[in-house]
């Protein structure tokens, strides 16, 4: 993998203003410049070596795998870095992001972050009405519509609350469990530990159909496009190759 791809002349200009004051304010020495950016950190994994590399497991295109491997794509860069620092301190535990994490700096994080929250995810398909629960909440138990903070597409509402829309079924219903279980402690005043205990096994598993019907259309629009792209002039065989979303092939590699 060549180290100036296309995403380094696409990188926003934004990226490199942020670059620019990371290295003046820690004078990072001459050599480690290029080490420091966030697409080097995504496909080499910095301190976290090859295995860490983030590109492995979530795709060049940031879009995760469709199983247990989330997308990064355009989700809040804070958001992102937040992650990083909970998985790095254990308030997110996870072995293998706890360890890859860990050995990245605190600069190399935020860069990274950045670098993911600029990459472009392209629309998502519908996946039809959410569940009542999403939509609406349940005011007489006090719990707020998921859309009011998630919103139903994939862009953020707010800097702080991650978009659920293009992320894997499997993943979500897991964060959920994370949190009823407290291996997830991470989130700002408690807020997804009180909703996840709050929920009913049948409103989960509402949530948990509704998901699975946004990953199906998503894969129908994957076949559609890989559909189109054959029947192109030319098609691309250096596309990069999503890995295949098997039954079972949800965990990262140990
Ligand atoms: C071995 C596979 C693997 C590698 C390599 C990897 N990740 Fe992950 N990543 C995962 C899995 C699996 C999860 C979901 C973990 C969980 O359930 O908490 C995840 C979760 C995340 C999340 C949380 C996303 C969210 O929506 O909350 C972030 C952020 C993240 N990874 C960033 C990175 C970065 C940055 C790198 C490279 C430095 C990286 N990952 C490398 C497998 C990997
Ligand atoms: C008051 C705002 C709020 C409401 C309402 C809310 N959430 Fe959340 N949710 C959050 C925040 C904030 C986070 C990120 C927490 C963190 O930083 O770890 C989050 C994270 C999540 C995640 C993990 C996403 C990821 O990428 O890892 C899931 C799944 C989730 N919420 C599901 C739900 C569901 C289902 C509902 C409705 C029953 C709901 N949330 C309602 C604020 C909210």
């Not at 199983?67 to 301190?89: I, K």
């Not at 979500?172 to 009180?194: C, F, H, K, Y």
Request: charged content about 20%.
């Amino acid at each position: 993998m060549a180290s100036h791809g296309k995403r380094a002349i696409a990188a926003p200009a934004a990226l490199a203003g942020l670059l620019l004051a990371a290295c003046s304010a820690e004078r990072v020495p001459r050599a480690d410049r290029f080490d420091s950016t966030g697409e080097l950190i995504a496909m080499s994994g910095a301190g976290a070596g090859a295995t860490g590399a983030c590109f492995t497991c979530h795709g060049l295109d940031g879009r995760g795998d469709g199983a247990g491997v989330p997308r990064l794509a355009g989700l809040p860069p804070g958001y992102l870095q937040s992650q990083l620092q909970a998985y790095a301190d254990g308030r997110r535990r996870h072995p293998e992001m706890g360890w890859i994490a860990s050995r990245l700096t605190p600069t190399q994080r935020l860069l990274v972050a950045q670098h993911y929250a600029a990459m472009p995810l392209g629309t998502l398909p519908s996946a039809g009405s959410p569940p009542a629960i999403y939509a609406r909440g349940d005011p007489n138990r006090g719990i707020p519509s998921c859309v009011s903070c998630h919103g139903l597409d994939a862009e953020a509402v707010s800097p702080a609350v991650p978009p659920l829309a293009g992320q894997p079924a499997g993943y979500l219903a897991e964060q959920i469990d994370r949190w009823r279980t407290s291996q997830r402690r991470n989130d700002p005043d408690g807020v997804m530990l009180r909703i996840s205990r709050a929920l009913t096994e049948r409103e989960i598993a509402a949530l948990e159909l509704y998901w699975a019907r946004a990953d199906r259309a998503r894969r129908g629009s994957v076949e559609e496009s890989r559909g189109a792209r054959r029947s192109g002039p030319r098609s691309d065989a250096s596309a990069p190759q999503r890995r295949a979303a098997a039954p079972g092939s949800s965990g990262p590699r140990p």
